[in-house]
Nanobody, 122 residues
């Protein structure tokens, strides 16, 4: 059974950086993708970016381009989302999800983590 667990969220001030980590398990395919999404109440889940098992990276959120990096984590079976120069509008619950290939659309993902709250406020 595929499981994903996000960690690293919290309360930060505008301009701060934060690194989220997604630990996944149970993926048996050799080719897969881990996507990052975020959601605020009342809005649809927004694609942030995606990391493939082959090391490919996609960025989806125009509002975050230039401020985020996605990489394989230092721990086994983890993918990190590094966010810099955070803004209040980045406040959201951040999720990671798994599927066979990257997609910016949440509907295409089969497995999801429980999410981690990121709050950017002074």
């Amino acid at each position: 059974q595929v499981q994903l667990v996000e960690s690293g969220g919290g309360l930060v001030q505008p301009g701060d950086s934060l690194r989220l980590s997604c630990k996944y398990s149970g993926i048996t395919q050799n080719v897969y993708a881990i996507g990052w999404f975020r959601q605020v109440p009342g809005k649809e889940r927004e694609g942030v970016g995606c990391f493939t098992s082959g090391g490919g990276i996609r960025f989806y959120a125009n509002s975050m381009k230039g401020r985020i990096t996605i990489s394989r984590g230092s721990a086994l079976n983890t993918v990190d989302l590094q966010m810099n120069s955070l803004k209040p509008e980045d406040t959201a619950v951040y999720y990671c999800a798994a599927r066979a290939a990257c997609s910016p659309y949440s509907s295409g993902y089969d497995f999801w983590g429980q999410g981690t709250q990121v709050t950017v406020s002074s």
